[in-house]
């Protein structure tokens, strides 16, 4: 029986931590590793699956991403048939038939659906899962974790999450407003664009038929010089020029 109420240590934080790492590193399960670190500190799987849910896999995240890794490695070189089951490095003791009784489990920390989400990580997150329990026909308390300070924190994480969720929610909606105002003015100065080009064709028609008539007078007005008489000037005694009639 496991009735354990003190609360965790930073030294069962690192067991929690090492033996989940080496469990996932080795081809093991979550929730083996859960039922190792739960009878070594005398605890129930459930509360050990809690803990590591909710406070100490954040701490190790980038650990955790290693120990995927180099189990992908893992069975990459001892090849599909082998490589691909899982094998429990730890064995827990098996009750007595008289002495076990299921009891009721806490949830899981909640799974939000994302992007990031692959088919490939659902069976990790179901290890991660604590299941049932087999306790003595008395009931006790799964887990002394579950007290009033962890849901605090936890129903704090959740307000942070949320305010963030609603912080990237309202600069989204702004990156939106900015784009749609920004996309308005540009259909407005493409108008405008095309307006001024509409105007620069017309003037240079104009202009082009102005020089045609200006060319066609010129060309009237030399003729008409050319047909007219040139005017004849002699000079009298006196030096002055005078016309001299045709």
Known sequence: MKVRQDA???ENDLLLA???LRHVR????QLNAFEEVGDKLDRTSAACGFRWNAVVRHQYEKALQLAKKQRKQRQRILGKDQGGKKKLLYSPPIPELNEI???TIPLPEPILASEDFKEENAEEIIESMPTPVYKEVQSYPVSSEINLDRVISYLQSLKHSSIQLDIL??????????NA???????ELEGKIGQLEQNTVTIQEDYETLMKIMNRARKLVLF???????????????????KVAE
């Open 18 to 20: 090492e033996t989940v």
């Open 26 to 29: 080795e081809g093991s399960t």
């Open 8 to 10: 965790w240590t930073d």
């Open 224 to 242: 008409d010089e050319e047909e007219r008489p040139a005017t004849k000037f002699k000079m009298d005694r006196n030096g002055n020029l005078e």
């Open 101 to 103: 009784e299921t009891t």
């Open 181 to 187: 105002q920004i996309k308005s003015r540009n259909e």
């Open 169 to 178: 929610r309202n600069e989204n909606e702004r990156l939106k407003r900015e």
